[in-house]
Nanobody, 126 residues
Framework: QVQLVESGGGSVQAGGSLRLSCAVSRATVSNYCMGWFRQAPGKEREGVATINSDGITNYANSVKDRFTISRDNAKNTLFLQMNSLKPEDTAMYYC????????????????????WGQGTQVTVSS
């Protein structure tokens, strides 16, 4: 069973930065589709950023130019660098991993049959 453990969440003021980490076991991040999702109270879980096995990244429009997804293959860890944080970024952030499926986009694979971490809370105050 693939295991993912997120860390790095916290409370920051608007304009600040945080770096989330996701330690992965029983899967190789470079071979999987990896992604970050978030869910705010009363809202649906939304995709924030994904990176596929070729290293191609995709971002939600709301976080483009502010967030950066990356991975460290040697440490088998996924990251999300979040800059210029806004109060609307407040949410529980989840890491996800899914095996490569050529017929699906990365986010489709993650939503369909991804493995999920327990989440880390990010709170941005104005």
């Amino acid at each position: 069973q693939v295991q993912l453990v997120e860390s790095g969440g916290g409370s920051v003021q608007a304009g600040g930065s945080l770096r989330l980490s996701c330690a992965v076991s029983r899967a190789t991040v470079s071979n999987y589709c990896m992604g970050w999702f978030r869910q705010a109270p009363g809202k649906e879980r939304e995709g924030v950023a994904t990176i596929n096995s070729d290293g191609i990244t995709n971002y939600a429009n709301s976080v483009k130019d502010r967030f950066t997804i990356s991975r460290d293959n040697a440490k088998n860890t996924l990251f999300l660098q979040m800059n210029s944080l806004k109060p609307e970024d407040t949410a529980m952030y989840y890491c996800a991993a899914a095996p490569y499926e050529p017929r699906l986009t990365c986010i489709q694979a993650l939503r369909g049959f991804g493995y999920w971490g327990q989440g880390t809370q990010v709170t941005v105050s104005s």
